[in-house]
């Protein structure tokens, strides 16, 4: 009797043990997909373009839940199977965080049911959108085959288009409007078409630059945790503004400027976009770079990055600076292949390329023959002259391979410097080939491009 006495008291134990861990859960998403049978899902959550595995859940009984004693921070969420395929997108907002899902692993989304009305009418969003976008391809195809000429029938296929984008305009309002004040209203709203304008058209491209801020609330941290945030700001400085230094580096303080009152917003983005110009492979973009290291890191306006990463920043932004296009480039004064001194600044040509390259170098085997084409083919006729710096370790490889190349430009040896100008710093050489094209006074017009693309330069200066 006491035995089942004794029993019975650790089983009510266990039981409140439970009921009390129920009563702490504060979110919990409950997943069943007939036809999956993996082990565990996982729950991701998006932090700008990042997608990040936040929790696991094992199969019970045809069902994953994913629990936690603390509400979630709104955003969009992704379901995964073992192998990362998505499964279910889904937003968490201030509803109730007790949210069920169920489907058939066949025809997934659209069977897709939910006890979160937010995400109803997200899910019903995407199955409109598909449907919309079967009903316009044919027309869109038909338009495209079709003749300028037959005006009557091309006027007919714009109407079926417009008629179904119009439709497609009204319902995305009208979901806006409903979910004015929750994150599936300011996702959608973010993320409306905008057209893009001829950029020439200064006064319409201005209005939909104000358009799109109009629509994208960059402000709202909740977009931080959304894919949209990082979308949206490189569609802007993608399609929204013109590709030049000075552009991007004024739409990178309008950016800026609009988050600087939301920290966490602010962290996010200030890294992408240095990130983003930083390793950019676009010829200029380093001058974004090094703005954006003045403004905002050198000027003592983050105080949040670690002062190591800081530090590395500002050196590399001092190499970029004096290699910027547009400046005058840096001398070089080393030795020709006879020892005769030879500085870049005592050649007075139209046009100067200077050219970084090594014997050993497979790229450079291609591009060499390619320059010396246009040389023998150009120099007189664009004044132009190569002033080319070897950074191989091999006299007798480099003595080879001008002979082997039938080469008459000026030649110098970078492993004989006078004067203790290293060129792979000055001239930032980090591989090789590395061209760079001058003008008469020096100053930089071109860098880092393929050998192709020099005389395109040359002819447009």
Not at 246 to 252: M, N, R
Request: proline share 3%.
């Amino acid at each position: 009797m006491k035995l089942l006495y004794k029993k019975f008291i650790l089983c009510l134990f266990i039981a409140l043990i439970a009921a009390s861990a129920c009563g702490k859960e504060k979110s919990k998403i409950t997943v069943r997909v007939e036809g999956i049978s993996d082990s565990v899902l996982y729950l991701c959550q998006y932090y700008g373009a990042g997608i990040y595995i936040i929790d696991t859940a094992v199969r019970e009984k045809s069902a994953y839940c994913f629990s936690s004693g603390t509400l979630r921070p709104e955003g969009m969420y992704l379901i995964t199977d073992k192998s990362l395929r998505h499964l279910i997108e889904f937003f968490i907002g201030d509803e109730s965080q007790k949210i069920s899902f169920s489907s058939t692993k066949d025809n997934l989304v659209e069977n897709l049911q939910t006890n979160s009305s937010l995400n109803a009418d997200f899910f019903d969003y995407i199955r409109f959108l598909a449907v919309k976008q079967r009903e316009v391809t044919p027309f869109i195809q038909m338009r495209d085959k079709l003749q300028q000429s037959d005006s009557a029938a091309m006027a007919l296929l714009q109407k079926e288009i417009g008629d179904i984008d119009w439709a497609v305009d009204d319902y995305i309002d009208a979901l806006i409007a409903k979910h004015e004040n929750d994150i599936l209203g300011l996702f959608i709203k973010a993320g409306k078409p905008l057209k893009v304008v001829n950029k020439n058209d200064v006064n319409v491209y201005k209005e939909r630059q104000k358009e799109f801020w109009n629509n994208f609330e960059v402000t709202d941290k909740r977009l931080l945790r959304t894919p949209i945030l990082d979308e949206r700001i490189e569609f802007y400085l993608n399609r929204l503004v013109v590709p030049y230094p000075d552009s991007l580096c004024a739409a990178a303080d309008v950016i800026m400027n609009k988050i600087k009152d939301t920290p966490e917003t602010l962290k996010h983005v200030l890294w992408k976009l240095t990130e983003r110009f930083g390793d950019s492979d676009i010829m200029g973009y380093d001058a974004v770079f090094v703005h954006i290291v003045d403004n905002y890191y050198s000027s003592g306006f983050n105080t949040w990055t670690d002062s190591i990463i800081v530090n590395n920043l500002r050196d590399r932004a001092e190499v970029m600076r004096p290699l910027l296009i547009g400046k005058t480039a840096p001398d070089l004064r080393l030795c020709d292949t006879d020892m005769n001194y030879m500085p870049l600044f005592s050649i007075h040509a139209q046009y100067i390329v200077v050219y970084f390259w090594d014997d050993d170098c497979e790229i450079c085997k291609r591009a060499t023959p390619r320059l010396v084409d246009l040389y023998d083919r150009s120099r007189d006729a664009y004044d132009l002259e190569v002033y080319a710096v070897y950074t191989g370790n091999s006299g007798r490889g480099m003595e080879q391979y001008i002979n082997d190349n039938k080469i008459s430009w000026i030649n110098v040896d970078g492993r004989i410097n006078p004067f203790g100008d290293e060129y792979s710093r000055l001239y930032n050489v980090q591989y090789t080939p590395t061209i760079y094209l001058l003008d008469r006074e020096k100053r930089i017009i071109a860098k880092q491009i393929p050998v192709e693309m020099l005389e395109k330069f040359i002819t447009n200066d």
